[in-house]
Structure formats: structure tokens, C-alpha cells
């Protein structure tokens, strides 16, 4: 379940991709990425280390919001089929995706 309001921001996903390894900043994450026709939206799993999930119960994914990129100021360059945005004095790299097929 993601924490976000796409209806109240009108908003519609076009892509999506869990478990995406992301690089911000030389720090390394795995984050889910949503693509929507206004933003590119990067949410972590908060239940991927939780206790409870290692004792024989289940905590399905919950997401929050870590990041929300504008898709009008993206500027994006694909290396390698590695995305790589830069973004208010952040450089982004989305490893194993090419961003360009869906912005």
C-alpha cells in the first residue's frame, strides 16, 4: 500500500517497478519507483526489517514517500540502461532502468 494521494494530486501511474536499487548521493537504497504523468515517485518499504516479519507472522509492504521528482524538471540521461537524474543539487542513479520510455 502506498502512502500517497494520487487522486487528490490527479494523478495516474504509468509505471512501476519494487525492489529497485537506487543510488542518491554516493548512499545506496532499495526503493520502489512509481512513474506517474506528473512525477517520478520513489517510496521505501518501512516493513522490509520488521521484527514481526521473522516470527512466523507477515506485515505486508507499506510504502512512504521518499522522494518526489517533478516529471517537466527532470533532467535525465541514460547510461548503460541506468537512469541518472539530477535534481535540486541531487544526482539520482536508478540502476537497471531506462526512464526515458516512460517520461
Sequence with gaps: ???YDFKGNNE?????KENSIVEINDNTYNLSILVTNKNILLFKNINVDNV??????YMPPEYLLEL???RKQTKLEVVNNNSIIKYLNKEIVIYD???????
Aim: hydrophobic letters at 40%.
Design 1 to 3: 500500500m502506498y502512502n
Design 12 to 16: 495516474k501511474t504509468i509505471f512501476e
Design 52 to 57: 514481526l516479519n521473522t516470527r512466523g507472522m
Design 68 to 70: 518526489k521528482i517533478p
Design 97 to 103: 532502468l531506462n526512464l526515458k520510455d516512460f517520461i
